[in-house]
């Protein structure tokens, strides 16, 4: 399976710009981490990569071919996203066999045995009613669907949203074990950054409608570093790089500086100390970029 490709994609809704002219290559045998601020972009992105959601401008490929009503490409993606508690029609009557039944049917790849052991792994009752079920069981559907499905780009909107710490810890091993036994390719977006880190062998931030980078994790960590010290002695030894998030607490700084490449050093006058993703993530997106 080829690079799922977004090209030039614009989105508006009305007259807000939602996404702004994003570029995105999805190399196959990755897992991907994707995060943003809500309110980002992040499922409108995943949507439109999918085909779910029409790009007002742009085009996303496959292999070279187009995704949009292309059923082929499609049947090679799985986007596993939150289902509804309730309908327009009102509270959501179908059951979690329902909803694993329609996969099976859909998804080429299913693996049915998978998909049981998941289901007892998850401790899911098949009978129970979507409209029943609480957050983290809601969340073990999705993912289970995800798995399951076996596509060879398998995407999870926020899986692990609803879930508690052990149900994560579980949910990380899971894609950990199957990536290592299939190499599928997943994309994950979530906001419990920290845990997951390790989880992506690259990462793409979304700030504001356009991705400010796509990168292996441990390639943009290693070039990551956190400067502190006398104010002037900060300015002068971050001189000439990229910083993020200055700030002062009387004539000490600390920033977050992302150079092109790792330094050897800042000199003697200030402390360096590594800097981990959710915090990379934060001073990327708290306050804007400043550029040197
Ligand atoms: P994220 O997943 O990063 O939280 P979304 O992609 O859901 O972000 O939303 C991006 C922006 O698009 C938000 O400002 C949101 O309000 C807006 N948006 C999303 N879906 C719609 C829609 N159907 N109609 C209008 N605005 C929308």
Not at 246 to 273: H, M, Y
Request: glycine share 8%.
């Amino acid at each position: 399976m080829g690079t799922l490709s977004g090209k030039n994609i614009v989105k508006k809704y009305g007259k807000d710009t939602v996404l702004k002219n994003v570029n995105i290559d999805i190399e196959t045998g990755k897992i991907y981490g994707l995060i943003g601020r809500n309110g980002a972009g992040k499922t409108t992105l995943l949507s439109i990569l999918t085909a779910q959601n029409p790009a007002t401008e742009g085009t996303v490929t496959l292999d070279g071919q187009p995704v949009w009503e292309n059923e082929e490409a499609l049947s090679h993606i799985c986007y596993s996203r939150e289902i509804p508690q309730v309908t327009m029609f009102g509270p959501n009557t179908l059951k979690v066999k329902d909803y694993l039944g329609t996969a099976k049917i859909f998804y080429k790849n299913w693996d049915e045995e998978y998909a049981k052991e998941l289901v007892g792994l998850f401790n899911l009752n098949p009978k129970k009613k979507v409209s029943k079920l609480s957050k983290g069981m809601l969340s073990a559907l999705t993912i289970i669907i995800a798995l399951a499905s076996k596509a060879d780009i398998t995407i999870l909107d926020e899986p692990v949203a609803g879930l508690d710490v052990v149900a994560r810890e579980q949910f990380y091993k899971l894609v950990i074990d199957e990536y290592a036994q299939t190499g599928r390719t997943f994309i994950i977006s979530t906001h419990i950054i920290e845990e997951a880190a390790s989880l992506f062998e690259k990462v793409i931030i979304i700030d504001d409608g356009q991705i400010v980078l796509n990168e292996n994790t441990e390639d943009l960590l290693s070039r990551a570093y956190r400067v502190s010290g006398e104010d002037v002695n900060v300015d002068k030894a971050t001189d000439g790089y990229k910083v993020y998030h200055p700030e002062s607490i009387g004539r000490n700084k600390v920033v977050t500086v992302l150079a092109e490449e790792p330094v050897a050093g800042f000199g003697e006058d200030v402390q360096v100390e590594p800097v981990a993703l959710q915090n990379l993530f934060y001073a990327m997106c708290v306050d804007g970029r400043k550029e040197a």
